[in-house]
């Protein structure tokens, strides 16, 4: 988790910079997009779209900073929030960057990766983003592997 927010944070970094706004070449195509959601729904964590407000995005690729980022068009990114919690919608949300704050109000959360060449998805994490008080997540690909400290 510490690694997937770590890159989420240095993903915002050029979010803020000023320069065009993002053609329809930047984002992700809605069939790649219809292609992902369709593998996710038989994800037994995940399961049907309506559930989430998904994000879709390009990856950064690696090297370069500022004005010098690049997206990386082979990877396309997910991150998933509980539809119904708090001003989360059962909606599909395509940008040219991650358009994501850090968030520790309890929810269910997924995210990974589709690598676009290989036909590969892979779920980093799907569960509670916080665990209840006194508690700790020992598995995070399991949401019911709760134990005690």
């Given at each position: 988790?510490?690694?997937?927010?770590?890159?989420?944070?240095?993903?915002?970094?050029?979010?803020?910079?000023?320069?065009?706004?993002?053609?329809?070449?930047?984002?992700?195509?809605?069939?790649?997009?219809?292609?992902?959601?369709?593998?996710?729904?038989?994800?037994?964590?995940?399961?049907?779209?309506?559930?989430?407000?998904?994000?879709?995005?390009?990856?950064?690729?690696?090297?370069?900073?500022?004005?010098?980022?690049?997206?990386?068009?082979n990877?396309?990114?997910?991150?998933?929030?509980?539809?119904g919690?708090?001003?989360?919608?059962?909606?599909?949300?395509?940008?040219?960057?991650?358009?994501?704050?850090p968030?520790?109000?309890?929810m269910?959360v997924?995210?990974?990766a589709?690598?676009?060449?290989?036909?590969?998805?892979?779920?980093?994490?799907?569960?509670?983003?916080?665990?209840?008080?006194?508690?700790?997540?020992?598995?995070?690909?399991?949401?019911?592997?709760?134990?005690?400290?």
């Open positions: 988790m510490a690694r997937r927010l770590s890159w989420i944070l240095i993903s915002l970094l050029p979010a803020g910079c000023s320069g065009p706004a993002p053609s329809a070449a930047d984002v992700p195509a809605a069939a790649a997009i219809d292609r992902i959601e369709q593998q996710l729904a038989g994800d037994p964590c995940i399961g049907p779209p309506d559930r989430w407000e998904r994000h879709f995005y390009y990856a950064l690729a690696p090297g370069g900073s500022g004005p010098a980022t690049r997206t990386d068009r990877i396309i990114a997910f991150d998933f929030y509980e539809a919690r708090y001003e989360f919608l059962p909606r599909r949300v395509v940008s040219a960057v991650p358009d994501v704050s968030d520790d109000r309890p269910r997924a995210f990974g589709y690598h676009v060449a290989s036909d590969r998805l892979s779920v980093d994490f799907c569960g509670q983003n916080t665990a209840p008080p006194g508690q700790v997540v020992r598995d995070p690909g399991n949401a019911a592997a709760w134990s005690k400290p």
